[in-house]
């Protein structure tokens, strides 16, 4: 039972233009959403977050949207550069609950 | 060093043989966390460590996988009588805080059952 998805595996864009990254989930519990980038050979690293209260984050170039409705977020990166290539990894967490269920990731590629 | 740090990198062992993987968490982190990351899936949690005792165990897949952090720093997951199924990067992260979800990853160990 995959309770948080990614249904795309992976995305290229050309480098400048938006990167839109999305994520589905099921569990109505969830009340707390992140983001985590992940470089070959090393561990995920924490990008951003968003919790259900609200329907925006943004951070520099990030931005991730909610739409606890549709039980959908989606992280936009803009504008794209060559460094962001990485698997990105959706996870959700249920309050007081202290652990993270991730979704299958999606390998961004920026092209020059 | 001052981020997690997991020992060793990469492990291969036979069918059946015991296994420990160690992780040094940041300095001053009471949360510990382990999560396994099979071939093409994200992370799935394993346990998770307040201190010295753990709060949540729900994540470990048999009575094969325990783990232990004893003093409430260094922890050490281990797999008795590994299966080739075993085979995966494990992940160690650790937080700041209880209510800190917000974790810091180490490298992981690829560990390898042939």
């Known amino acids: 039972d995959q309770q948080v998805k990614q249904n795309s595996p992976s995305l290229s864009v050309q480098e400048g233009r938006i990167s839109i990254l999305n994520c589905d989930y099921t569990n109505s519990m969830f009340d707390y959403f992140l983001w985590y980038k992940k470089y070959p050979a090393e561990g995920p690293t924490f990008l951003i977050s968003i919790s259900s209260i609200k329907d925006k984050n943004e951070d520099g170039r990030f931005t991730v949207f909610l739409n606890k409705s549709a039980k959908h977020l989606s992280l936009h990166i803009v504008p794209s550069q060559p460094g962001d290539s990485a698997v990105y990894f959706c996870a959700a967490s249920v309050r007081g609950a202290q652990k993270l269920v991730f979704g299958q990731g999606t390998r961004l590629t920026i092209n020059p | 060093g001052a981020g997690v740090s997991q020992t060793p990198s990469n492990k291969v062992t036979e069918k059946g043989k015991y296994v420990e993987l160690r992780c040094d968490p940041i300095s001053g982190h009471t949360a510990l966390y382990w999560y396994r990351q099979s071939l093409g899936q994200g992370p799935e949690f394993l346990i998770y460590?307040?201190?010295?005792?753990?709060?949540?165990d729900s994540g470990l897949p048999n009575d094969r996988f325990f783990a232990v952090r004893p003093e409430g720093s260094v922890s050490t997951l281990k797999i008795q009588r590994t299966e080739r199924g075993d085979s995966a990067v494990y992940l160690c992260?650790?937080?700041?805080?209880?209510?800190?979800?917000?974790?810091?990853f180490g490298q992981g160990t690829r560990l390898t059952v042939v």
């Open positions: 460590f307040q201190g010295t005792g753990a709060a949540d």
């Open positions: 992260a650790s937080s700041s805080d209880r209510g800190s979800i917000e974790a810091f």
